[in-house]
């Protein structure tokens, strides 16, 4: 389908669908209490990003969507939900092929939201026909090249290699969050949205052009905080071990001009900065033993006596 992502108003819900919807609510709604309509969330097309779904995924993430929200613009906020997906299922368009040469694959949705006076203009907006793409946001464990099948290979996003355009096909789907409507979908047929984790989109290739929602952003800027926070920590901690090793090569290696050691243990690694301080503190250790301040010079100390250390 390469547009209306709403399909329609899916009319008086029946039983079976004040079923699916009851399961989701606080009391059991009546079928004229609620408004229902079907939509497709995406499907196995190469959309505008050169990436799409597996047959395979699209069935994941048919369990992953049951009891998603709508919201909008993928603004994550709970008075930004509109409506749940109650009912999702699996629809081959018989002689309709993807540009992979495959049958096209559209994961459908049925959703619900309460008739309110809130809600009416929502609905009018769907009725109308205003509202009409919609996108989803979720994560993927992998993607592969759709020519060669690897993780990582020369083929590029969006070039042709023997007729055929490189893509990524993205598995191993491990969470669905939420169904937005949007004004310009990423899939021309269904009008997916991926929302990689953060992992992921740190680790990737930065030459490619990378969107994000604006939870993402919010995401992102957390950890580079928390990671700003901890790097402060782990350079703390350098530079007490620095200390240590200059401190007890200075003991045992007071010919070794100060400005040498402080050039070398820069080099050094943190494990390195840890057996250097070790072997240098015994070696200081043995050089000049510690002795209680009021020990007594000769050799009549008593087996387990602690005169030693009364004044």
């Not at 108003?9 to 059991?28: F, H, K, L, S, V």
């Not at 490189?166 to 191993?172: D, G, K, M, Q, R």
């Not at 990671?227 to 901690?237: D, I, N, P, Q, V």
Request: hydrophobic residues 35%; proline residues 3%; glycine residues 8%.
């Amino acid at each position: 389908m390469k547009e209306g992502l709403v399909l329609k108003a899916a009319g008086t819900p029946g039983r079976e669908d004040m079923e699916a919807i009851n399961r989701y609510t606080r009391r059991a709604y009546g079928p004229e209490e609620v408004y229902t309509f079907s939509l497709v969330l995406c499907d196995n097309e190469i959309d505008r990003d050169f990436e799409r779904f597996s047959v395979e995924s699209l069935e994941k993430l048919r369990e992953l969507f049951l009891g998603k929200t709508c919201i909008f613009d993928h603004e994550r906020r709970s008075a930004n939900q509109t409506a749940r997906i109650y009912h999702t299922e699996l629809e081959e368009r018989r002689g309709e092929a993807t540009g992979a040469g495959e049958a096209l694959v559209r994961l459908i949705a049925r959703a619900y939201l309460p008739r309110t006076e809130r809600n009416k203009e929502t609905i009018e907006l769907i009725e109308s026909g205003i509202l009409k793409e919609v996108s989803v946001s979720c994560s993927v464990k992998r993607g592969i090249c759709g020519i060669c099948g690897k993780e990582s290979c020369e083929h590029k996003k969006g070039e042709i290699y023997g007729g055929r355009t490189a893509h990524t096909v993205l598995t191993e789907p491990v969470d669905a969050y939420e169904c937005s409507f949007v004004a310009v979908p990423a899939q021309r047929g269904a009008g997916v949205v991926k929302s990689a984790k953060v992992e992921k989109i740190l680790s990737r290739d930065m030459t490619e052009e990378v969107s994000l929602t604006k939870s993402q952003v919010r995401e992102i800027g957390e950890r580079f905080r928390a990671l700003t926070e901890k790097a402060g920590w782990g350079e703390r901690y350098r530079r007490e071990l620095e200390m240590g090793v200059l401190k007890y090569s200075a003991m045992v290696q007071p010919e070794m001009p100060r400005a040498v050691m402080e050039s070398a243990v820069k080099g050094l690694s943190i494990d390195e900065l840890l057996a250097m301080e070790k072997t240098y503190s015994g070696m200081a250790e043995r050089a000049l033993p510690l002795k209680p301040q009021l020990m007594p010079r000769g050799g009549d100390r008593k087996e387990n006596y602690n005169r030693d250390f009364k004044i």
